[in-house]
């Protein structure tokens, strides 16, 4: 069978015996698990030894995960296994070390797909290796601030607006992803010279998200009343649709945002909602960076549903 190996890590600022004992209990990975965060209402059974938990999700499927061994402060290792949507085991550990207060953690896992999706293999380290990223950055905030600062709602479907805009469209890495940041400053700037009427409504849509290569094609665009007529250079427009869409609602920080999205992508594999392929998915940010405290950013994903 293909085998799979994954490891992440992450280096928190708080010492090893503040930050072990958040992945030993897990009565507290329901607050930093990026799989438990995508279905806050999963069904969960735990051991009385509290060596073992259960779950059975709608959304996350059902499997345990058991410790095997444990060193305090050292090495926890687990037996994973699932039950759905397929049968698997893999073998999955936590390394911690310590140095001059800070806690670095290692997050393995050794195990195998089922024959059948051999072709998966590259896709499936990188859809786990970025769960684990995610969980990681989490376990971060936890540790350091006592709370994770990304709550995930799912209102469900409705009317989204269309509307005109201007935007920029670009390819980067998703490790550059940050550079948005740079192409919503220049359409504030370009509408500002412009004197341009716009409404504050601002999204990205993802055209394409690709975590094997580790690239991604988006289009950061505002909206605007009228588009001018010498528009040129890299600044495009267009007319964003009116459409129905399936939307999850994020509170918190911007480095968070992928735990919305894991979550839709989920939800669309579990048939919650039927996909629009014909409409790149997208979010819509309801506050401004600038004006807002991080942890109240507020962003709406949205999922073009047929």
Known sequence: MP?????????????????????????????????????????????????????????????????????????????????????????????FSEQDGSTTVIWRMFGSLPIFMFWMKNQMEAWVGMDYQRGLAMLKDLAETGEVPSKTEFPGE????????????????ISNIQIMEEDFGKLMAYIQEKSLSTSPRSICQYHKWDLVKGTAVYTAAMAVDSIPEDLSGEF???????????????????????????????????????????????????????TTPENELETVVHFPVK
């Open 158 to 173: 409705e009317t989204f607006e269309g509307f005109s805009y201007i935007g920029i469209r670009r390819t980067c890495d």
């Open 3 to 95: 085998k799979l190996f994954i490891e992440k890590s992450v280096t928190i600022e708080a010492p090893v015996n503040q930050v072990y004992p958040l992945v030993r209990d897990f009565k507290q990975w329901p607050i930093w698990s990026p799989w438990l965060t995508a279905e806050p209402d999963c069904p969960l059974q735990y051991s009385e030894d509290g060596k073992s938990y259960n779950w059975d999700g709608k959304i996350i499927g059902a499997g345990s995960n058991t410790i095997v061994s444990e060193t305090e402060n050292q090495q926890i290792e687990l037996d994973l296994q699932f039950f759905k949507p397929w049968k698997s085991q893999s073998k999955v550990t936590f390394d």
């Open 236 to 290: 495009i427009s267009g007319v964003f649709p009116t459409c129905r869409t399936y939307t999850i609602k994020h509170t918190g920080p911007y480095r968070h945002l992928s735990n919305p999205w894991s979550a839709g992508m989920m939800r669309s594999q579990a048939k919650v909602y039927k996909t629009n392929k014909k409409i790149d998915p997208f979010e819509y940010y309801i506050n401004n960076p600038e």
